[in-house]
């Protein structure tokens, strides 16, 4: 079985500082893993993915992850917080046949002007 | 990219009454389609497979009569909440698969709250 687990449920950090959303999976197989932003009222946008290929993934919006197979750890980050990165991330794993995704419990992420 | 929509965005409905959510993949044919439910300020659980042309497949906990789901087509997949009461109230998202490995279009969701 794969999942994955959001260790904050809330992040909060000034407007000009690093973001680090950290994201732990477990699974029985090289893993598909992936940053999902959902701001309120809005639907699920992708960040970013990855699929095996380069450890470090680069996103949009400025974001990037590294998948790190030691620490089973695939945690996202962003050099400089904007206020419009406020909003709810959520990490998630694809079982093997890439169809079916299982979501973290999402952190909560507050940008302070 | 693809598109996938659904219909309503929002509903309000009354404790026993049934509702229906709809999901569509607007510019690509969808086989399968996946039905999420998010409750406030939490994940999305992942409720049901559908299939198109064949039963949809309900995760464990998951009753089937209260949520009907119906794959009549390539691009439609819907999910009727029955008999819909206070504790079905949530954010129903959908999700249909692209072409390529671990693509996935998700819905903007369909808010429901039963009074």
Known sequence: ?113 | GAVVSQHPSRVICKSGTSVKIECRSLDFQATTMFWYRQFPKQSLMLMATSNEGSKATYEQGVEKDKFLINHASLTLSTLTVTSAHPEDSSFYICSAPGLLYNEQFFGPGTRLTVL
């Not at chain 1, 699920?44 to 699929?51: M, N």
């Not at chain 1, 998948?67 to 904007?82: G, I």
């Open chain 1, 1 to 113: 079985a794969q999942s994955v687990t959001q260790l904050d449920s809330h992040v909060s950090v000034s407007e000009g500082t690093p973001v680090l959303l950290r994201c732990n999976y477990s699974s029985s197989y090289s893993p598909s893993l992936f940053w999902y932003v959902q701001h309120p009222n809005k639907g699920l946008q992708l960040l970013l993915k990855y699929t095996s290929a380069a450890t470090l993934v680069k996103g949009i919006n400025g974001f990037e992850a590294e998948f790190k197979k030691s620490e089973t750890s695939f945690h996202l980050t962003k050099p400089s917080a904007h206020m419009s990165d406020a909003a709810e991330y959520f990490c998630v794993v694809s079982d093997k046949t890439g169809n079916q995704f299982y979501f973290g419990t999402g952190t909560s992420l507050t940008v302070i002007p």
